[in-house]
């Protein structure tokens, strides 16, 4: 996950303690602005955004999803910037 201009996280453990922290700081009521979806093959899919928060908003560069052999889709790749 990268999330410009905070770094870049790898790992199951570092991008949680990311998020857990920006709700323990009062993060909250993530909403998309026009998202674009692309769908790569029949099970991939690339997201791309405007957002906004509570406490901020900002640019979805990409998501990537990925379709699971359970018919779930999970978050493979994250690009995002804060922008204010």
Not at 6 to 28: M, R
Not at 42 to 47: D, H, P, W
Not at 68 to 82: I, M, P, Y
């Amino acid at each position: 996950m990268e999330a410009k201009p905070f770094g870049t996280f790898k790992g199951h453990e570092e991008i949680y303690n990311f998020w857990q922290n920006l709700i323990t700081d009062g993060f909250s009521h993530v909403e998309y602005i026009d998202p674009i979806i692309e769908v790569i093959d029949e099970k991939s899919a690339i997201l791309r955004s405007g957002w906004k928060m509570n406490k901020a908003k900002g640019v979805i560069h990409k998501e990537l999803w990925v379709l699971q052999k359970d018919g779930k889709a999970k978050l493979r790749e994250d690009s995002f910037e804060v922008q204010g």
